[in-house]
């Protein structure tokens, strides 16, 4: 009964490679995130998107692409990654007309070696 | 640009006694939030206050907002050993919904 659940847990790869890490939501929220969190634990957005609208953080890299086949899912992929996108990731999920916060999934930590 | 900033970055204390966090902000906001994130999990929600709001409590936890000051703080009374985890403070700004994160406050309670 996870409400954001996120896919895999830890995955190590090498430089160069391209991966995606899976985000599903089953609480019927209207919006989903990615957060990259570093190792001073700073948070920062990356996506959101709604069926309507993505909205990007500027600073983030192209490598980086979010796909979402439907509402509950929303997925990262990034290409050709490189040591600096060692990182914890979270997906979390809103609803927007209710003031209940995120939920955050239990986050990805992303090693590139 | 980071949004919240808390302070102070750690803080450790003795179980029973009440721990103070703050966060301050730059730019007009709708909302803050206050999160708790243990430590190798994702974050949980714990209160969110509104711009026309002042004072919220929840349970042992009381957050007030000035948003004259663009600041806001988290108090959590008779603190416990499970307490112990890192504190952010989210706000969005006026213009949408994403919400930005300081850096955390990590609290360790001594039991």
């Known amino acids: 009964d996870t409400a954001v659940s996120q896919t895999p847990k830890y995955l190590v790869t090498q430089m160069g490679n391209d991966k995606s890490i899976k985000c599903e939501q089953n609480?019927?929220?209207?919006?989903m995130y990615w957060y990259k969190q570093d190792s001073k634990k700073f948070l920062k957005i990356m996506f959101s998107?709604?069926?309507?609208?993505?909205?990007i953080n500027e600073t983030v890299p192209n490598r980086f692409s979010p796909k979402s086949p439907d509402k509950a899912h929303l997925n990262l992929h990034i290409n050709s990654l490189e040591l600096g996108d060692s990182a914890v990731y979270f997906c979390a999920s809103s609803q927007d007309s209710g003031p209940y916060g995120y939920t955050f999934g239990s986050g990805t930590r992303l090693t590139v070696v | 640009s980071q949004q919240g900033e808390e302070d102070p970055q750690a803080l450790s204390i003795q179980e029973g006694e009440n721990a103070t966090m703050n966060c301050s902000y730059k730019t007009s906001i709708n909302n803050l939030q206050w999160y708790r994130q243990n430590s190798g999990r994702g974050l949980v929600h714990l209160i969110l206050?509104?711009?026309?709001?002042r004072e919220k409590h929840s349970g042992r936890l009381r957050v007030t907002l000035d948003t004259s000051k663009k600041s806001s703080s988290l108090l959590i009374t008779a603190s416990r050993a499970a307490d112990t985890a890192s504190y952010f403070c989210a706000t969005d700004r006026w213009t949408g919904n994403q919400f930005y994160f300081g850096t955390g406050t990590s609290l360790t309670v001594i039991p």
């Open positions: 206050i509104r711009s026309n709001e």
């Open positions: 998107y709604n069926n309507k609208e993505l909205i």
């Open positions: 609480l019927g929220h209207d919006t």
